[in-house]
T-cell receptor, first 113, second 109 residues
Framework: DTAVSQTPKYLVTQMGNDKSIKCEQNLGHDTMYWYKQDSKKFLKIMFSYNNKELIINETVPNRFSPKSPDKAHLNLHINSLELGDSAVYFC????????????FGNGTRLTVT | GQNIDQPTEMTATEGAIVQINCTYQTSGFNGLFWYQQHAGEAPTFLSYNVLDGLEEKGRFSSFLSRSKGYSYLLLKELQMKDSASYLCAAMDSNYQLIWGAGTKLIIKP
C-alpha cells in the first residue's frame, strides 16, 4: 500500500529514558515533517526536511533530534524524556510545491510516566 | 503575527447542512487547506483553495475569499460519520502551513 507509515503506534516509557520513532513514506514525496499534537488537539510543526535537508526547525528542545537518512525516511529521537513530552506525534509527507496536501502517518501516542 | 481562527465546537443534526468558518492572517498566501480528523486518527486531506470561489467535492464544498482572509467548509446531508474535528490551515509565502486549533463537529440523530 502507498502510505506514510510510522512505528510504534503506542509508546509508554518512564521519565529520563531515550526513545525513537520511525517514519517511512513510499509516495515519492520530497518533503517530510514531524508534528506534535497535544491534549488540546493543536497541531504544532516541529521539523521539516526537504530531500534530506532540514528546512524547518521550530522552537523545540534540543532533546529532540530528527534524522533523515534518505528522502523516504525521517526518524525522531528523543533524549531524557519528560512528562510534558506526552502527546501524539505525527509524521507527514508532501511535495514542496504549494498545492500539495500533507499525507499523515497514523501517529505515535507517547506516554511518559 | 500569523493566525488562524475557527470555532472550537459546533453541533448539527443528521441530514442537515453545516458551515464551518475560518479566518486567517498570514505573511503572504499560497492557499488554504481543510483536513478532517476523526478521534484517535490522523488528519486526512479534504480540500485546497487558492483562488476565490467555491470548490465542490460531493457533499463537501470549500469557499475562499482572499480579500477578506476568510474560508468556510460546507458539509451537506450530514451523516453520523461526519462527526470529527475539521482543521483549517493556511500556507504562507514561505510555503509553511499555519494551522487552526480545529473545530469539533458533533452530529446528533
Amino acid at each position: 500500500d502507498t502510505a506514510v507509515s510510522q512505528t510504534p503506534k503506542y509508546l509508554v516509557t518512564q521519565m529520563g529514558n531515550d526513545k525513537s520513532i520511525k517514519c517511512e513514506q513510499n509516495l515519492g514525496h520530497d518533503t517530510m515533517y514531524w508534528y506534535k499534537q497535544d491534549s488540546k488537539k493543536f497541531l504544532k510543526i516541529m521539523f521539516s526536511y526537504n530531500n534530506k535537508e532540514l528546512i524547518i526547525n521550530e522552537t523545540v528542545p534540543n532533546r529532540f533530534s530528527p534524522k533523515s537518512p534518505d528522502k523516504a525516511h525521517l526518524n525522531l529521537h528523543i533524549n531524557s524524556l519528560e512528562l510534558g513530552d506526552s502527546a501524539v506525534y505525527f509524521c507527514a509527507s508532501s511535495f514542496r510545491d504549494g498545492n500539495s496536501p500533507l499525507h499523515f502517518g497514523n501517529g505515535t501516542r507517547l506516554t511518559v510516566t | 503575527g500569523q493566525n488562524i481562527d475557527q470555532p472550537t465546537e459546533m453541533t448539527a443534526t443528521e441530514g442537515a447542512i453545516v458551515q464551518i468558518n475560518c479566518t486567517y492572517q498570514t505573511s503572504g498566501f499560497n492557499g488554504l487547506f481543510w483536513y478532517q480528523q476523526h478521534a484517535g486518527e490522523a488528519p486526512t486531506f479534504l480540500s485546497y483553495n487558492v483562488l476565490d470561489g467555491l470548490e465542490e467535492k460531493g457533499r463537501f464544498s470549500s469557499f475562499l475569499s482572499r480579500s477578506k482572509g476568510y474560508s468556510y467548509l460546507l458539509l451537506k446531508e450530514l451523516q453520523m460519520k461526519d462527526s470529527a474535528s475539521y482543521l483549517c490551515a493556511a500556507m504562507d509565502s514561505n510555503y509553511q502551513l499555519i494551522w487552526g486549533a480545529g473545530t469539533k463537529l458533533i452530529i446528533k440523530p
